[in-house]
């Protein structure tokens, strides 16, 4: 399960991705609003733990714009008002839990658990482009009764150009979304599993094209035409 962590107290938020991680969830974290809303918009994560006061952008119209744009992950609020007006702001927003600092790492936990335990629409189960499914409870790649397994990477690269639906991918964001910001990795690693990712495609005969812009990204094309705009 892979978890975004928007705070910008450095040493929670450090604290929180450590203990995140020793759960073993994958934790990255975001430092203020802006980033953590575009973090979250990008639909890989399957929870957001998500402050309050954050610089740039406010948790609240980080969550709002979230639902705004139909982008249903979970999201756990931590704050240090403990006002009920202000939780109910924040549930008002789009926020699927409250927790008030300070607070134990059990009790941190078992919100998590249950967020991601929540039945209905909260959690894709699949990611569908052209003529091609991907499965994440058993990392399948689907194409017509056809079907083969994806490395935990491999995986992570198709969803992310999956869930783009067609628009450009730029290496660099393929590279800070998959091996993370810490990562000992360069852009040769993003072609190493784009070349096993097209291989995969072909195997199972799909009608998907992993497409490179030159100096840019990737993009996917299905069959039919279905890509990214020009530009």
Known sequence: MRVLVVEDEARLSATLRDILTENNYQAAVAGDGVTGLDEAMSGIYDIVILD???PGMDGFEVVRKMRAENVKT????LTARSETSDKVYGLDCGADYYLTKPFEMEEFLACVRALLRRPGDVRVDEIAFGDTRLNPAN???LCHGRSIRLSATEFEVMRLLMLQKGAIIPK???LLKVWGYDADVDESSVEVYIS???KKLGRIRSGLEIRSIRRVGYHLQADGGEEADAV
């Open 196 to 198: 096993f990712l097209r």
């Open 52 to 54: 309050v006061m954050l």
């Open 172 to 174: 660099e964001t393929l």
């Open 74 to 77: 979970p999201v756990l609020m």
């Open 139 to 141: 990392y399948l790649m």
